[in-house]
């Protein structure tokens, strides 16, 4: 294993960050697989399945089974970790910007498409290198000018030449689901099966440019520039991303994340970037990929105190009583109940809510939504 830090613009005299990668297996051999923790720094479970996980891979570097590469980020957001306000962890927003630490990632397909346009021919693994050269270029000449994008950099200069890139987050209270693109589905199902998940959602291009889609969408933006402009060169998928929601923010224990490390390690196994000698046995899957387009957010009607009826994980009817929002001044309790079916995948952790605020998510199998499809 090799430890690498890098050393992030600092934004005040005397005061700098720095995020540190770990390297297992030879860069250039076989599949490269990206996997990072935390980006939304206080959702912490991904950090613990990061540990578990480098146990795994250190083991299997030393047996000699490493038969790709792996690049493990177990904190990938040293910035929104150090944030506090009140004694309370502030890491989805950066507070100087008040900027989702996994938004705002550029359209790296606009970006290198100048210099790759006329430079693809009729080999598919030449014109992928092609790409992957050109975004290595576009990447190491940007120069950030605020530690945020300087974070922003550093990830993708990490990430942009692999396979695959999962980034490990999770929810307030929900069970495992899963986000990917679908142009990366086929690809990626099979760790969904390994981790079981229970909600799984598939957009072509969820929008806000998350750090998953800017490394996948590249892809597939690209192809479409290419048949845009007539060019029938191939481009497969050069990149299949993924955001795994590991539960909720409370379920940070040794037991939940040894038994998602060996799921993903067994992935890797799966994948052939880790020698086995046996083949990885998929379980079946506990639910059906549905359309993110067709998950529906639940609001509070009213201000008060909320009160669950549903469950996380709970299989939901059109109708079902989800949660009561209750106003003791005016003695008023307001039902919430859910407008598709589906499972009920996630929830808040407060229990007062605002006119108008965020409840829960039901995955919906009917899509009826467009435009932006994630939340802040």
Known sequence: MQQTHHPLLSPSLGSQKTLTSLHFG???????????????????????????LRTLLHAAEAAGQMTGEVVLVPVANPIGLAQRVDHKPMGRFELDTSENFNRH???????VWPAVQNHLGNEALANIATVR??????LRAWTPDTELQSLRRALLL?????DFMLDLHCDCEAVMHFYTEESCWPQLEPLTHLLQCQAILLARNSGSGPIDECLSGAWWRLTDLLVAAGNGAPLPQGCC?????LRGEADVSHALATADAQA???WLQHAGVIASKTQTLLPPALCQA??????????????GVVVFAAQVGQKLQVGDLVAEVIDPIANLTHRVVAGVTGVFYARIRERYALAGAE???IAGATAFKTGELLGA
């Open 26 to 52: 030879t860069p250039g051999k076989g599949r490269k697989v990206y996997l990072q923790a935390s980006l939304h720094a206080e959702e912490l479970p991904g950090m613990l399945v990061a540990h578990h």
């Open 105 to 111: 990632y550029p359209d790296l397909a606009k970006a």
């Open 133 to 138: 050269r050109a975004m290595g270029e576009h």
């Open 158 to 162: 990490l990430a942009h030449d692999a």
């Open 241 to 245: 991303s993924c955001t795994i929601e």
């Open 264 to 266: 993903i390690f067994a």
């Open 290 to 303: 549905t359309p993110l387009s067709g998950s529906e957010t639940l609001h509070a009607p009213a201000p």
């Open 359 to 361: 409840l829960g998510k």
